[in-house]
């Protein structure tokens, strides 16, 4: 099993300046697990709300707070881990096979994501017995 099968935070590189730091990510780098075919990102959640409420057969995900803090709740079909983002030079990964609820979301945040796959409705698993059964199987 390689490292990148398991969720992980990582440090993006950040470039400090008076001015305001910079961070980036760019195709090819060492510690993106994947090649970035997508991203898409969500804005004016409003308090209280849910997001996410998915796993994904192949698509990888990386998780960004540009702004602001929410937490990722990630649950692998037996145990439940939930990361806090609040860092713009932090990236949570997550690979295909975990269910993920995103909430807790702070006025103003956006959760930048970049993923492995063009969107395709076949690439969700959406139903939670669905994906308990694939779990199981695993
Ligand atoms: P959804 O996956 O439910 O959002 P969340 O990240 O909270 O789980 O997506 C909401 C809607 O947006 C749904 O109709 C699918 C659509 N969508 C796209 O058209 N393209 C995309 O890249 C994404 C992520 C979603």
Redesign the pocket.
Known sequence: MDRYDKPAMLDLPRIYDPRGNLTFIQHGDSNLPFDIE?V?W?HDVPAGE?????SHHVGRELLVATSGSFNVNLFDGRNWQTYTLNRPYKGLYIPPGYW?T?DNFASGSV?M?L?ST??S?DD?V?DFDEFMKISAGR
Not at 50 to 54: A, D, K
């Open positions: 997508r898409y969500t849910e997001r996410g409420g998915h993920r995103l959760c994501v993923t063009r969107y409705e969700y959406r």
